[in-house]
């Protein structure tokens, strides 16, 4: 079968299911990377002509049953993404990277260029996309921290296949939790996409978020999503070295309030970034 004719019976079933996707540009993306994996046809490929054996047809047809049937992000279904164009594992253990995270990477990268830093925590880091991709592009080690073992072995397993040993290290910690800094382990820049969407929207969410990614990785106790970055910014001056930087991701309409809250616990140079929708995405400001 050629992969044409693949996607026109695909596109076929999707009638059936016509909540999935919101455009069919995410649509596209989503055939794309699914052929690519199975493969190795690139979309060049594909454009030239290139085609899939039965073998993989048949097996692409499963995977795209199970995902219209279920719901199941495809990321899970195949065990990893594409981010940032690197291959990051992924499990039912940890957030799927998203687009957004990017500029609060690029913003980190950037910082930590301007002022020669060499040492980066990430908290809460998941697959570690973001403790990998910081120490890919510059001099810093980056150490990575989670609550959840499982989460660990995953960054873990990231870090050795982007040949990032020493670079990207993780531990296990409960946000703070196992950094001495009484002995001095301090930091220039802290970095963190913690939790913040609050438990109670959780209904609203589609249902390849609600159903099958983590808790854990998603949710907040709170009203307003906020009660990690309240956890971080309250202890962050102990951790950091003088002037350094803590820079957030944020959830829609967080910013005011995490602003005040940086304010609030004397922290300056605050700055706000948006995101390709317009919206208020990242968040840095300053120990002074
Ligand atoms: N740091 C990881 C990411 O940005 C995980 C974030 C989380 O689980 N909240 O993808």
């Given amino acids: 079968m050629s992969i044409r004719t693949l996607k026109s019976y695909l596109e076929d079933q999707l009638k059936i299911y016509p909540d999935i996707y919101e455009t069919e540009n995410d649509f596209n993306a989503e055939f794309?990377?699914?052929?690519?994996v199975f493969s190795g046809i690139t979309k060049k490929d594909m454009i030239l002509g290139a085609d899939i054996s039965d073998t993989q047809e048949t097996?692409?047809?499963?995977?795209?049953?199970?995902?219209?049937?279920?719901?199941?992000?495809?990321?899970?279904?195949?065990?990893?993404?594409?981010?940032?164009?690197?291959?990051f594992k992924v499990s039912k253990h940890t957030l799927i990277p998203r687009p957004e995270t990017e500029l609060l990477i690029i913003k980190a990268i950037e910082k930590i260029k301007e002022n020669d830093y060499t040492t980066v925590l990430d908290i809460g880091t998941g697959t570690g996309c973001i403790a990998c991709m910081i120490a890919k592009n510059t001099q810093a080690q980056v150490l990575g921290l989670d609550i959840s073992n499982?989460?660990?072995?995953?960054?873990?397993?990231?870090?050795m296949a982007l040949e990032l040993m020493n670079r990207a290290i993780f531990?296990?910690?409960?946000?703070?939790?196992?950094?001495?800094?009484?002995?001095?382990?301090?930091?220039?820049?802290?970095?963190s996409n913690p939790p913040y969407i609050?438990?109670?929207?959780?209904?609203?969410?589609?249902?390849?978020?609600?159903?099958?990614?983590?808790?854990?990785?998603?949710?907040?106790?709170?009203?307003?999503?906020?009660?990690?970055?309240?956890?971080?910014?309250?202890?962050?001056?102990?951790y950091l070295k003088p002037h350094g930087y803590v820079l957030f991701e944020l959830g829609i309409d967080q910013s005011g309030i995490v602003s005040d809250l940086f304010k609030y616990y004397g922290f300056s140079e605050i700055e706000i970034f948006k995101d390709v929708s317009g919206i208020d995405r990242v968040i840095s400001a300053r120990a002074m």
Avoid: W
Avoid at 32 to 36: H, N, P, R, S
Avoid at 150 to 159: C, I, M, Y
Avoid at 175 to 190: L, R, T
Avoid at 216 to 234: H, M, P, R, V, W
């Fill in 198 to 238: 609050p438990k109670h929207i959780k209904s609203s969410l589609q249902p390849e978020v609600r159903d099958y990614e983590p808790e854990l990785a998603l949710f907040t106790e709170d009203e307003y999503g906020i009660e990690n970055y309240e956890k971080i910014i309250s202890q962050a001056k102990n």
């Fill in 59 to 87: 097996e692409l047809k499963e995977i795209f049953s199970r995902r219209f049937r279920t719901r199941e992000p495809l990321a899970q279904i195949l065990g990893y993404c594409i981010f940032m164009g690197e291959k």
């Fill in 150 to 159: 499982e989460a660990l072995h995953v960054s873990l397993e990231n870090a």
């Fill in 32 to 36: 794309d990377f699914a052929i690519e």
């Fill in 171 to 191: 531990r296990k910690s409960d946000i703070f939790s196992s950094i001495d800094y009484i002995h001095g382990e301090k930091f220039d820049m802290i970095v």
